[in-house]
Structures are given as structure tokens and as C-alpha cells.
């Protein structure tokens, strides 16, 4: 009896301690509207221990196209706040103190764990002037879960 007890506790022991969750963190989160169109950006955060895969965003229930979505990762510590920047395009760009690579996505992207991904998503559907001060959904798919966040459509002016 006591024996199945001890090896029923190191199963369960060995089990719990290496099942790896996912868990991300959206914050961030901005849309913008100005004269040029609208624009989102949001910064991702994977504070579980595993690596995920970002499946799908929508903004306000609809789906964003994956032409549309610029992003950049890194394991530095992003504490600046993101910026309307409706000319974003592939190359060098900063945040505060961290410079990173902005690549224009083609299909689902990875997020390895601990580290910290920026999205800009220009022209999201059914953002418009009259938008400005309401309230929009943030909506980010991946194959486990679903995550959610809320912001106010801000106008912009160069």
C-alpha cells in the first residue's frame, strides 16, 4: 500500500511538474484613425512555458488579412508605449530603447516562450472616423486559446 501510494505521488509528481501551459498577455493595445486609415498595434507577451502559434487576429469580430500584419519579436523588455505609424513597412525600426527587425506576415506566427512580439495591423476593417472615442476588441486566436483586450479607437494626427 505504501509503495503504490509513493509511486502514485511521483507520477502525479513528474506529470504536473513538466505539463508546460500557455499563457499570453496582451497589452499595449492601441487603434488608431487618422486621414491615412486606421491602424492597431498591440504588444504580446508569452509568459507561459511553451512555444505558441498565433493563428488568427480580429479587430471588432472581423478578420484581419495576413498582409496586413507587421510584427517583430524580441526577449528584451519593451516598457515604451507603441506609436500610430501608418507608413510601417519591413525593416529597422524602435520601440523606446529596443530596436528590432518589423517583418510583414504571410501566415501564422510563432511566439517562443518568455519572449515579447509587437503587431501593427494597418487598415483593419470597419474602423472608421466615426469610431473615434468607442470602444473595439483586440482578438487573438491561437490553437488552445482564445485572448481578449479592449481599447478606444483614438484619432491621429500626423
Known amino acids: 500500500m505504501l509503495l503504490a501510494s509513493v509511486v502514485t505521488y511521483f507520477a502525479i509528481n513528474v506529470v504536473s511538474t513538466r505539463v508546460q501551459e500557455e499563457s499570453l498577455v496582451l497589452t499595449k493595445q492601441h487603434v488608431w ?7 492597431a498595434a498591440v504588444l504580446v507577451l508569452n509568459t507561459g512555458g511553451r512555444d505558441v502559434v498565433i493563428q488568427k487576429f480580429a479587430i471588432r469580430g472581423q478578420s484581419v488579412d ?11 523588455t519593451v516598457s515604451a508605449d507603441l506609436e500610430c505609424d501608418t507608413a510601417i513597412a519591413a525593416g ?3 520601440v523606446g530603447t529596443v530596436d528590432l527587425t518589423i517583418k510583414n506576415a504571410q501566415d501564422s506566427l510563432i511566439l517562443k516562450s518568455g519572449y515579447s ?30 485572448y481578449y483586450a479592449e481599447t478606444n ?6
Open 153 to 158: 479607437v483614438q484619432a491621429y494626427t500626423a
Open 66 to 76: 495576413w498582409t496586413n500584419v507587421f510584427y517583430a519579436t524580441t526577449n528584451d
Open 33 to 39: 484613425y487618422s486621414e491615412d486609415g486606421a491602424q
Open 117 to 146: 512580439m509587437i503587431l501593427f495591423i494597418n487598415s483593419p476593417d470597419s474602423i472608421t472616423i466615426n469610431d473615434v472615442g468607442l470602444t473595439v476588441s483586440i482578438t487573438l486566436n491561437t490553437a488552445q486559446a482564445m
Open 92 to 94: 529597422a525600426y524602435t
